[in-house]
């Protein structure tokens, strides 16, 4: 794995070059700043700080200067500009304390604690050193006597330094945050825990290449991307993507650069890219603009991130396999129960159906409601072991061939138990014709003990079969077997899941499902 930097120079700007991938010419006009907040009611004070702080620039990032002639107006600048990297505060302006109020008002009520705050006073005697640097969260005091155009360069660097390392601490908390929230669900993974891990990743680099978290103009300062056969996917980003047109420009520059391992030649100056590999294969990628040229360090602790990144995916593809092979289990062991069961048509499929949406209106998730509706397609496979004279028997039951029939549930149970992927299709299988009253079988214990999706089942199998056809009935009206499922909630159904179901029926959402059962009959 290796990471690939562009080769655009700093100097093409002929003509005709894709404005969107053209590098900046030089300095004049950065894609980032840092932003100085100047609150001084004297206006030569603020022209000097101009004059004294022309051609100021740190890490290779010019300097804007903010305005406020108050700190009322003070206030509407750091609304605008929530980046402020530093503010240079007089005292007396409006009151002979407002500069004072407004270093409460930014530390207490806008939480701000990155921004650095240097007091710059000409009547030290109103708020003498001691006294503000006791009681007032500053970074520095300054008599403006004392600052000459040296030494209030030297102020303005230091504090600029300072907030720069504060940003990339910061950033790298919140990074190592995401990526510990996704860790506990990182060997059970899902789309959504590889997308919170990818965000820390990304949010880490950030911190680590002191990209900024805002731009000056509209730009992409990070990205990571995963892309199979069909379509390149982002995972996480550094901002809303509100260049579309210039995203989509990166995205295909990537794409192109790490599957045919060539440096792109239309990117920006300084940009990575980190190929994500997976069995040799390339994957994916991390794309970052960084605001300096990266040392060997940096490069190698991205490298390492990358293939954290990478191991993430594996472990993604990994998972999908099982759970398809667990969907191919689940469908063959279905065929073959509904090949030795064929009078009841595409039960199994209905049930399935019918499972879903009914956990959905309990509130469980749609990862939860699919994984109870592919178990439930097993709910009748110990019906492999049933006679198929009495399943196919043209008539009622005797009773005698009624405790075979019923047997079913254990022979269900011994098939699915020793298998912990197929744990909750074992449940189902064994007591999906338990009662809430305690009066069903196999164990005669109220469905109460068994979990949800057992009591889902118990519904709608016993709805399903009322409205289809079999050898010994003609199927129901949809709205007497409705009365049906109302008039045994709390007896012989859960009456929580039984009025769900009601309602579903009600609102239409089963009306294809049972058009399905209908068209077979």
Not at 196 to 213: D, K
Not at 220 to 249: M, P, W, Y
Not at 369 to 382: E, F
Request: a negative charge.
């Amino acid at each position: 794995m290796k990471i690939v930097r562009t080769s655009g120079s700093s100097g093409d700007t002929s003509s005709g070059a894709d404005p969107l991938s053209r590098p900046p010419a030089n300095l004049a006009n950065p894609r980032h700043t840092w932003k100085l907040l100047v609150v001084d009611d004297e206006p030569d004070m603020r022209t000097i700080t101009r004059m004294n702080l022309k051609g100021f620039s740190f890490a290779e990032r010019d300097l804007e200067i903010i305005d406020a002639s108050s700190a009322a107006e003070a206030r509407d600048q750091l609304a605008a500009h929530p980046d402020i990297a530093l503010a240079l505060i007089d005292v007396v302006m409006e009151t002979d304390d407002a500069g004072l109020r407004l270093v409460e008002y930014i530390r207490k009520e806008l939480k701000n604690t990155m921004v650095r705050l240097i007091i710059r006073t000409g009547q030290p005697g109103l708020a003498p050193e001691r006294y503000v640097i006791d009681h007032f969260d500053i970074d520095d005091y300054k008599d403006k006597t004392e600052l000459t155009a040296t030494h209030l360069y030297t102020a303005v660097r230091s504090a600029i330094k300072s907030y720069r390392d504060l940003r990339s601490i910061d950033l790298n908390r919140v990074g190592l945050q995401h990526v510990l929230m996704a860790a506990p669900d990182i060997y059970r993974i899902s789309n959504r825990s590889l997308n919170q891990f990818f965000q820390g990743v990304l949010t880490q680099i950030i911190g680590l290449c002191n990209l900024s978290n805002s731009s000056f103009i509209s730009t992409i300062e990070g990205a990571i991307a995963t892309f199979d056969e069909t379509e390149v996917t982002i995972q996480a980003s550094s901002n809303k993507l509100e260049s579309q047109e210039r995203f989509a420009h990166i995205r295909e520059q990537c794409t192109q650069s790490v599957l045919s391992g060539q440096a792109p030649q239309s990117l920006r100056k300084d940009a990575y890219i980190v190929p994500l590999v997976v069995n040799k294969k390339p994957t994916g990628f991390i794309y970052i603009e960084p605001t300096h040229d990266l040392d060997e360090q940096d490069r190698s602790l991205i490298n390492m991130m990358a293939q954290q990144c990478s191991s993430a995916l594996e472990n993604l593809h990994l998972h999908g396999e099982l759970t398809q092979s667990y969907d191919h289990i689940i469908n063959m062991l279905a065929t073959i129960a509904e090949f030795k069961d064929s009078a009841t048509g595409n039960h199994i499929n209905r049930i399935d159906r019918y499972t879903r949406l009914v956990a959905l209106e309990l509130g469980l998730s749609e990862e939860e409601a699919a994984h109870i509706g592919t178990a439930s397609r097993l709910h009748d496979v110990g019906k492999i072991g049933i006679p198929d004279a009495i399943l196919r028997k043209p008539g009622r039951l005797t009773e005698d061939e009624i405790v075979v029939v019923r047997t079913h549930t254990h022979i269900g149970k011994t098939i699915l138990q020793n298998d912990p992927h197929l744990a909750t299709a074992c449940e189902i299988a064994t007591h999906h014709h338990e009662r809430w009253d305690g009066k069903g079988y196999p164990d005669g214990r109220p469905s109460s003990e068994y979990p949800l999706a057992t009591r889902i089942v118990s519904v709608i199998d016993v709805f399903d079969a009322l409205i289809s056809r079999r050898p010994y009935k003609e199927p129901w009206n949809p709205d007497d077997a409705a009365r049906e499922l109302e008039n045994g909630a709390g007896t012989q159904f859960d009456p929580t899941v039984a009025q769900a179901v009601l309602r579903l029926y009600r609102q239409g959402s089963f009306d294809a499902i049972i058009q399905a059962a209908q068209d077979i009959g």
